[in-house]
């Protein structure tokens, strides 16, 4: 699976550095309420020195597109960075957390919890996706245990269960009655109701990711070329194996218990950055953090301005770039094979 890079490392990460600078600007500035910009720096410093809202453009600053910019930016990071585990520990440039079953358990978990939140504190929802979604991977590992290689059960396990799941939510929409409209909005995606609860949250978990996968890139490096040369080189394969799906399913579990299910994010950003600086994990990883981060922020801003004051499931729009890119390395991966 490695690409032949034709940009440096560093310019990539120059790049989607100021990408990442601008989006944020522009995002921080427009919306339903447009903010000038050299005002937005003020209210900035002032909110984090006296920490008060004194208007309602302050309110709207600080409790709703300053929380939701954030869980935007760590959201998408988190993503990119799953995306690029699971693709390794397939090795399959298709792979993402979503084919392990992992969203669509922690799916069912939120929608059971938003039917029953009549009888329930809606702080339990997020709870009960992520225990959902754990679940599903605990499950989907039991069995890829029992089979023979331990990849490809995996896939297979997790496509079968994620169908599952998929059914079981698809049933939930059928009894919705009057919660439909919420529950369809949800699963389509979006970081409409970020609060900075959210935020710490999602911090030390895009953090861990971050740290872990960093340390863990040389042996994904390793990795690809196959389980024998690993394992003759050192990799404990089945431990490398074990750690990724762990983090998959905890950092996948969480975000969608925030956000709802915004796919392609972590199919599509490891891909391309790959063909464009190369297969190190070492430089992708970080790579693929910001690029999550550009790209769900982007998506996010656009789905709040397009149509304003009314808003657009960001997992709309995502997929909106994801299908045809999705597609294009579909394509190419078997235009690849066949000329080998």
């Not at 669509?104 to 939140?117: E, I, P, Q, R």
Request: glycine share 10%; aromatic share 6%; hydrophobic share 55%.
């Amino acid at each position: 699976m490695p690409g032949t890079p034709f940009l440096k490392p560093s310019l990539v990460m120059m790049i989607l550095a100021v990408l990442l600078l601008a989006v944020f600007m522009i995002s921080l500035i427009t919306g339903s309420i447009a903010i000038p910009l050299q005002e937005v720096g003020g209210r900035i410093v002032k909110g984090v020195t006296h920490w008060q809202c004194d208007d309602s453009t302050d309110r709207i600053l600080w409790l709703t597109r300053l929380p939701r910019i954030m869980l935007a930016l760590l959201v998408g990071a988190t993503m990119g960075m799953t995306g690029l585990a699971s693709q390794t520990l397939f090795r399959n440039p298709l792979a993402s957390p979503y084919i392990i079953g992992v969203s669509n358990g922690a799916a069912v978990g939120a929608v059971v919890g938003l039917l029953a939140s009549s009888f329930i504190p809606y702080t339990l929802v997020p709870v009960l996706s992520v225990c959902s979604g754990l679940t599903v991977s605990l499950l989907v590992f039991l069995l890829a245990q029992r089979g023979g290689h331990f990849g490809q059960s995996l896939l297979l396990a997790g496509m079968a269960i994620g169908a599952f799941c998929s059914s079981l939510t698809a049933g939930a929409l059928y009894v919705a009655g009057e919660r439909l409209q919420t529950l369809v909005f949800w699963l389509m995606g979006g970081v409409w109701q970020a609060t900075w609860r959210d935020v710490l949250v999602m911090l030390p978990l895009c953090g861990i990711c971050l740290i872990s996968l960093s340390i863990l890139a040389p042996a994904m490096n390793v990795s690809l070329t196959g389980d024998r040369t690993a394992r003759d080189l050192g990799v404990n394969v089945v431990r490398l194996q074990r750690q990724l799906l762990v983090l998959i399913a905890v950092a996948t579990s969480v975000s969608v218990s925030l956000t709802g299910v915004i796919g392609f994010i972590g199919l599509v950003v490891p891909h391309l950055l790959r063909l464009a600086m190369g297969a190190d994990h070492r430089h992708l990883m970080p790579a693929t953090a910001l690029g999550g981060a550009v790209l769900l922020l982007g998506a996010d801003t656009l789905a709040r301005t397009l149509v304003a004051p009314a808003e657009i499931p960001v997992g709309i729009l995502t997929a909106l770039v994801g299908a045809p890119v999705f597609l294009w390395i579909l394509l190419r991966h078997g235009a690849g094979r066949a000329g080998e």
